[in-house]
């Protein structure tokens, strides 16, 4: 039910048709609400708190799944390679509600954590901690690891509390939709917020996806070049390897077709499972599926291996993406962060 909901609001947000035109009068109201706080926030009247070390922020107005994590591990391995001590703050979604902050380990269960820090913390290889409260997170964070000297905020654009020295805003290829905000629209915030750097996920960036997003966008392009067998990562095959093959794709991400049509540009032909965003995959949907090969995200399958009824299925690979962007941006960012304050 809540899923069919989601479906439709997506397709009604893309353009300005009878729903999202019945919505508006209850964005207008939130739109200002929002403004108020952010305006609550820069006046010192609602405390933000500002950490020691610098603070780079990667997150969406646009809701749902545009390529955060994988921009994110990316950037963590950018300021690694420049020098620095990256560490990672996110609020983890389906982690224990209102629970103190804590540390992703490798033995952190999904359901404790969420699933995105789990992958963060194993692709990024750097300290991971999740939090309702992200400056309580950032502090208990440098508290564990005093070498940290910069902290990445996954997904906390809208979290004023905690103060940052660079904003990087990330859309993909649907760009802002009908540019409306919530409920009547798929944005949080208006597309002229502030920020140091935007970021696109799409194989192209037109001029009016660009105009839409604004802030001189960079283009960033998730690739996947091999499959691993989720019971054993260590055995690969091409994608090309594949071709022919009677495939199933399943992708409970915030945008399941960029998945599928990234599987297609690799010359396969899938069936797709579009699933809901952080799907937990406890009751398997795939005990009834006929096919040779099933291929999952690297975000879904943090939460297939460590369930016994599902990771022991032969058929099941995953397929690991990579986000490519100018290291130039990387450069800018470095820079930014050598310049804050508390650097």
């Known amino acids: ?79 690694r390679a420049a020098g620095l001590r990256p560490g990672v703050i996110s609020r983890g979604h389906g982690a224990a509600a209102g629970a103190a902050p804590r540390e992703v ?4 269960r999904a359901g404790d954590v ?20 992200r400056a309580e997170a950032g502090r208990y964070l440098l508290a564990l690891h005093p070498d940290v ?16 020295d660079v904003e990087i805003v990330l859309f993909d290829g649907r760009g802002t939709g009908n540019g409306w905000t919530l409920p009547a629209g798929p ?26 997003v604004g802030g001189a966008p960079w283009r960033m392009v998730l690739a996947g070049e091999f499959a691993e067998r989720l019971a054993d990562p260590g055995v690969r095959v091409p994608l090309a390897a594949l071709r022919g093959k009677r495939i199933l794709a399943a992708a409970g991400i915030g945008n399941p077709g960029r998945f599928f049509a990234m599987l297609r540009a ?7 499972m579009p699933l809901p965003d952080h799907h937990d995959f406890r009751d398997d949907p ?32 995953v397929v690991p993406v990579g986000a490519q962007i100018d290291a130039a941006l990387a450069a800018k960012i470095v820079e930014k962060c050598r310049g804050c304050p508390t650097a």
């Open 105 to 108: 380990l490798p033995g952190s």
């Open 286 to 317: 795939f005990r009834a599926v006929l096919a040779e090969i099933i291929l999952v995200t690297e975000k879904d399958a943090v939460k297939c291996r460590q369930l016994e009824n599902i990771n022991g299925d032969p058929r099941l690979w």
């Open 149 to 164: 000297d910069v902290l990445v905020a996954d997904d906390g654009l809208q979290h004023y509390a905690l103060q940052r």
């Open 266 to 272: 690799a010359g396969l032909e899938v069936a797709e």
């Open 1 to 79: 039910m809540a899923f069919s909901l989601e479906s439709t609001l997506t397709r009604a947000w893309t353009r300005r048709g009878p729903l999202a035109l019945a919505l508006l009068p209850l964005a207008l109201p939130l739109r200002a609400l929002a403004a108020l706080r952010r305006a609550l926030f820069r006046a010192g009247l609602l405390h933000s708190e500002r950490l020691p070390v610098p603070v780079v922020v990667v997150g969406n107005i646009f809701v749902g799944g545009t390529g955060k994590t994988p921009l994110t591990i990316w950037l963590v391995q950018q300021l």
């Open 187 to 212: 944005l949080r915030e208006p597309p002229s917020r502030r920020r140091d750097f935007t970021v696109v996920n799409a194989p192209h960036v037109t001029p009016a996806l660009a105009a839409a």
């Open 114 to 133: 969420g699933d995105e820090p789990l992958l963060i913390a194993a692709r990024g290889a750097c300290p991971v901690v999740v939090g309702r409260r």
